[in-house]
């Protein structure tokens, strides 16, 4: 029999992964824009009612194909009748909470990958070293491990 304190523990756990992985589906079926990552971006950081009700909120109640019920978590964590009685709301509240969580992190995380894959930045690098070209190549390895590009132009005054 498993101790309660590591049964909470497992149920914040494995509800924040369920909610990371239902987060995967907010963008579902639309195209978002680079508009649309800041506003859901902005609206979690100021917990924009607006964006935080259409964050889908955690449900044991097994309906869908994936989905869980107490039962099914209590037998899980191997939790004891005993155990089920007296800790029984609490594991399913650190389920949901968990679940939460780890949804809006998701969602949070799909706007920055978004604003990452769209956004564009111009930076003028003035270059007063003497390999001009090993300073370079060091950035373009330095850029590609982010996942960017350094794309060459001349530079404008503003």
Known sequence: ??????????????????????????????????????????????????????????????????????????????????????????????WENGFNSGYQIGIEQSCLEGLRRDVVFHVTVTIDEQDESKLLSDLENLLAKQNCELVYGEHEEA
Request: net charge negative; proline share 3%; hydrophobic share 35%.
């Open 1 to 94: 029999m498993a101790r309660i304190r590591d049964i909470l523990k497992k149920a914040r756990n494995d509800g924040g992964f369920n909610g990371a992985n239902s987060a995967m589906w907010y963008w579902d079926s639309t195209y978002p824009k680079v508009e649309d990552f800041k506003k859901v971006l902005k609206g979690i950081r100021e917990g924009d009612p607006e964006i935080m009700d259409t964050f889908m909120d955690a449900d044991l109640s097994g309906q869908h194909a994936d989905g869980v019920t107490p039962k099914q978590l209590f037998e899980e964590f191997e939790m004891s009748d005993k155990q089920i009685e007296r800790y029984g709301d609490e594991v399913l509240t650190e």
